[in-house]
Nanobody, 124 residues
Framework: QVQLVESGGGLVQTGGSLRLSCAASGRTLSFYTMGWFRQSPGKEREFVASISVNGARTDYADSVKDRFTISKDNAKNTVYLQMNSLKPEDMAVYCC?????????????????WGQGTQVTVSS
């Protein structure tokens, strides 16, 4: 069992940056593929980024590629999402999730554990 707690959300102007953190407890993240998803009102939860167990592979949604960076610190049991050049369309609740190391982590169905989320608001 893994418990995930996100932090770092907030209000930022268009073009600004935020770094989200996802702290895990219960088990080490060394055994999990990790991902970030987001959901805005009236829309389905969508994939943002994922990172493999050892951090060697990362995947991104086209909408955030070259602006967002996912990283993982297994020693701190924490996953990060650095978000730069934020746009109003990035505004959403961002959740982190953990998947079995055998999963690529590109879809919601890959993930067994979810955090509660942190709100990101981008003002135009």
């Amino acid at each position: 069992q893994v418990q995930l707690v996100e932090s770092g959300g907030g209000l930022v102007q268009t073009g600004g940056s935020l770094r989200l953190s996802c702290a895990a407890s219960g088990r080490t993240l060394s055994f999990y593929t990790m991902g970030w998803f987001r959901q805005s009102p009236g829309k389905e939860r969508e994939f943002v980024a994922s990172i493999s167990v050892n951090g060697a592979r990362t995947d991104y949604a086209d909408s955030v590629k070259d602006r967002f960076t996912i990283s993982k610190d297994n020693a701190k049991n924490t996953v990060y999402l650095q978000m730069n050049s934020l746009k109003p369309e990035d505004m959403a609740v961002y959740c982190c999730a953990a998947a079995s190391l055998s999963k690529r982590g590109l879809t919601r169905d890959d993930y067994a554990y979810w955090g509660q989320g942190t709100q990101v608001t981008v003002s135009s």
